[in-house]
């Protein structure tokens, strides 16, 4: 599947688009085929991306959402070696999803 | 230590409010991301993997308490209760919000601070030894000079655009604390046969994707041609610069290309031009702000005694203060390097504790290090055991400067958005693997980067690891024979390279074969430079 990401403009948060909106959890987002281009130009004009970008991922079983690549699963959790500033701060394991 | 007049606080004042009014109006979708990126660069504003960052200047690593404290408050109020000390003595906060990012600088210019200058195609955030004017070896203060730099460097039209960046670095003693031959250009302050203070000047040097050891190219030059010097390196540079690549517009492609002899020549060329402007600072100009770095008032007739019963102190004082100037004081160095924990990061908390520390105990001065720890440049031994009492308290007090649990590692792949692997978890593991035999390791200075781009001076360790991409998984290579010191090398590849459990067992194996193959005296670097790289990749590829 094809993902849309970015940072929101006013706060740098990482963001993904779920269709309608940007939601800062990575399972939220939707497959968007081929129209990321047009997407990223209607939110990059309303000013409520920056940075956007398009990337393969894959749907987990449990309905979750994991990037292709590393570094988006890094922006997708937070840093792995402060798990307290990450999405996922109760969750022990969830580093793991990362690497 | 230097004070801003009210030239230099309005300039940063406005400074500020120009970039409120820029933020403003890119919030207001009035300037495009590619309108407004060089524009928040120019005040040290990046966007990475989570947030914005904010790189903030420390000029020449010196700073009081006062603007600690500010550090601090900045990280509590604006960011999440820490900071990171970088490879070039600045702090980097990495979740700022675009929305709040003027009323940091604000905040910061309240205390004569900034953020200018500290990324983008400019003339970086100056560095210095970190224990200028405490250091017993130095010949002068050079903190003056760095000064100096920094007025003639910030916001110069001719060097608001320059092809690359450009970092300047400024030492005073024949020791080399400041990675000085790994800059673009750099001055070592030395005396001639005559007794005259002068400089050494260094030009072409740089890390990243070409690492180059600058080369000498004035033995000697009076210190009140400073200014034309460095502006004829700059010019001949400005002017022949490869802008049309990205990877040859640095200074030290330029060198590499037109030779050492003939860029010396041009330089000269050029130098002798602008003497006839005469546009170097005056001797009172220099006076002035020589002025501002006056020694403390050092007290006399103080006792060099330290009472070392207390064996985790006394092995603190060993490891971590250094001989001063002054009888009776000591260099205190704060190491950021707990056992396990992430190179360079502190919390607000203890940033306002070293702030307490530093007024009450080191003249209100505190200084930061390219190797990402701090330092109280002025300590009475007989304070040494309060201070240390303290820190050890707010785990700061790790007795490991120059071990291999000093390591330095850029931020990686956790936090920046150019790296291709992780730094900081490569550095825990390692910083555990080997905490058990760092005293019987000696000095060892490792460096990792996480990325080509070197933040992490990967080439000037003795032992050195690369973060790259191989294949959408993380790969480290590893280097041996680096040196950021004055006996700067550059380190070599080993061969092929290893995942993070892979690249720590390897540098253990490189430690035993260190261990068991040193002389008298050696330290792993001396070990590796004698005996070559072959016993290391035998033993690491085995």
Not at chain 2, 72 to 99: C, M, P, S, V
Request: overall charge negative; hydrophobic content about 40%; some cysteine.
């Amino acid at each position: 599947m094809r993902i849309l990401t970015g940072n929101d403009l006013k706060t740098g948060l990482v963001i993904w688009w779920t269709g309608r909106d940007w939601s800062i959890h990575v399972e939220d987002a939707v497959d968007v085929g081929d129209q990321a281009d047009t997407i990223l130009a209607v939110e990059d004009a309303a000013c409520r991306v920056n940075g956007g970008y398009a990337l393969d991922a894959e749907r987990e079983p449990g309905g979750g959402v994991r990037p292709a690549h590393i570094k988006d699963r890094v922006r997708a959790y937070g840093p792995t070696v402060r798990p307290d500033l990450t999405l996922k701060p109760a969750d022990p394991e969830a580093g793991n999803w990362v690497i | 230590m230097y004070r801003y007049d009210k030239y230099d606080q309005a300039m940063v004042d406005t400074r500020v409010e120009e970039f409120r009014d820029q933020a403003r109006r890119r919030i207001e979708g009035k300037l495009t991301d590619d309108q407004f990126k060089p524009l928040r660069l120019k005040n040290g504003l990046y966007l990475q993997l989570h947030a914005y960052m904010l790189r903030v200047a420390i000029p020449y690593g010196t700073l009081d308490s006062r603007q600690m404290r500010m550090l601090a408050e900045i990280a509590r109020k604006y960011d999440r209760g820490y900071g990171h000390f970088t490879t070039r003595q600045n702090i980097q906060y990495n979740w700022i919000k675009l929305e709040e990012a003027a009323d940091i600088l604000a905040d910061l210019a309240s205390v004569e601070m900034h953020a200018i200058q500290t990324s983008g195609e400019s003339i970086r955030n100056v560095s210095a030894d970190q224990y200028a004017g405490a250091a017993a070896d130095e010949i002068m203060d050079p903190r003056p000079w760095g000064e100096m730099m920094r007025q003639m460097t910030n916001f110069m039209p001719e060097f608001s655009y320059l092809p690359r960046k450009f970092k300047i670095a400024v030492i005073a003693s024949d020791t080399d604390r400041a990675a000085l031959r790994w800059h673009d250009g750099a001055v070592k302050i030395v005396k001639n046969a005559a007794g005259e203070i002068g400089f050494e000047v260094y030009a072409g040097g740089g890390m990243g994707r070409t690492p180059v050891i600058s080369y000498k190219i004035r033995d000697f030059l009076p210190t009140d041609q400073l200014f034309s010097y460095f502006q004829a390196i700059l010019r001949v540079w400005n002017r022949h610069a490869r802008r049309d690549n990205i990877h040859k517009q640095r200074m030290k492609i330029l060198v590499l290309e037109l030779g050492e002899e003939e860029f010396r020549r041009q330089v000269e060329e050029e130098f002798e031009h602008f003497l006839t402007l005469a546009e170097d600072f005056p001797q009172a100009e220099y006076d002035r702000i020589a002025a501002y770095f006056a020694p403390p008032p050092f007290e006399t007739g103080l006792s060099e005694e330290i009472d070392r019963s207390d064996p985790d102190f006394a092995l603190w004082v060993d490891r971590q203060t250094v001989a001063h100037k002054a009888p009776g004081y000591a260099i205190v160095n704060i190491s950021l390097k707990p056992v396990g924990g992430i190179p360079g990061d502190i919390s607000a908390e203890q940033m306002d504790l070293v702030a307490d520390l530093a007024e009450r105990y080191s003249f209100d001065e505190l200084r930061a290090t390219h190797a990402q720890n701090l330092v109280l440049p002025h300590v009475r031994k007989a304070d040494l055991y309060t201070v240390w009492q303290a820190l050890d308290e707010a785990g700061l007090g790790a007795a490991n400067l120059d071990l291999a649990t000093d390591i330095i590692a850029c931020p990686g792949l956790d936090y920046c958005s150019l790296a291709n692997a992780r730094s900081i978890p490569v550095a825990e593991k390692l910083s555990e693997r080997l905490a058990p035999r760092e005293a019987e390791l000696g000095e060892l200075k490792i460096k990792i980067s996480g990325c080509i781009n070197a933040c992490g001076h990967h080439h000037a360790g003795h032992i050195g690891i690369l973060g790259v991409d191989k294949k959408g998984s993380e790969n480290y290579q590893l280097l041996l024979g680096g040196s950021g010191a004055e006996d700067a090398s550059q380190a070599k590849i080993t061969g092929p390279g290893f995942d993070e459990a892979g690249v720590i067992d390897a540098i253990e194996k490189a430690t035993d074969v260190y261990l068991r193959e040193r002389a008298d005296g050696e330290r792993f670097l001396d070990t590796y430079r004698r005996i070559g790289m072959e016993p290391f990749k035998e033993a690491i590829y085995a």
